[in-house]
C-alpha cells in the first residue's frame, strides 16, 4: 500500500548545486524503497540570487528522469492547482497531496514528483 507523501529540503544548509542533485537522487531512491508516492521537493526559487541554480538544476533532472519514464509526472509547484490536469491525476495517486499547503499558492520554490 502506497504510503503517502514525504518532504525533502534540498535548500537546507544552501548546498552546492552537485550536492542538491546528489542529495535528490539519493531521497527518490529512498522515498521508492519506503513506498512512498508523492515526494515534495524544497528547492527555493532564487529570490534571495542563491537558490535559482538549484531549482533550475533540480527540474531539469527531473525532466530527464521523467522522459526516460524514471517518475510518473513531476508538477511545478506554481502549477499545483486543483486545475491543473496533472494535480488532478497526481490526487488519485496520493491523496495527501489534496491537504498539502502549497495547493493554489502558486509556489515557484517547490516541486512535486509522483514516483
Known amino acids: 500500500m502506497p504510503k503517502g507523501m514525504r518532504i525533502v529540503n534540498l535548500e537546507q544548509g ?5 550536492t542538491a542533485l546528489r542529495w535528490l537522487d539519493g531521497e527518490l531512491y529512498t522515498s521508492r ?3 512512498v508516492t508523492a515526494v515534495k521537493l524544497i528547492h527555493g526559487y532564487g529570490s534571495s540570487g542563491t537558490g535559482g ?3 533550475t538544476a533540480v527540474r531539469r ?10 517518475l510518473a509526472d513531476v508538477i511545478c509547484g506554481e502549477e499545483f492547482s486543483i486545475f491543473h490536469e496533472g494535480t488532478r491525476r497526481a490526487f488519485l495517486r496520493c491523496d495527501a497531496l489534496r491537504q498539502d499547503s502549497d495547493l493554489e ?6 516541486t512535486f514528483v509522483i514516483l
Do not use: D, F, T
Not at 533532472?61 to 524514471?70: H, K, T, Y
Not at 499558492?105 to 517547490?110: A, E, I, K, S, Y
Open 14 to 18: 544552501m548546498p552546492q548545486v552537485s
Open 61 to 70: 533532472e527531473l525532466a530527464v528522469r521523467r522522459a526516460r519514464g524514471e
Open 33 to 35: 524503497r519506503m513506498g
Open 53 to 55: 541554480k538549484i531549482r
Open 105 to 110: 499558492r502558486h509556489n515557484n520554490g517547490v
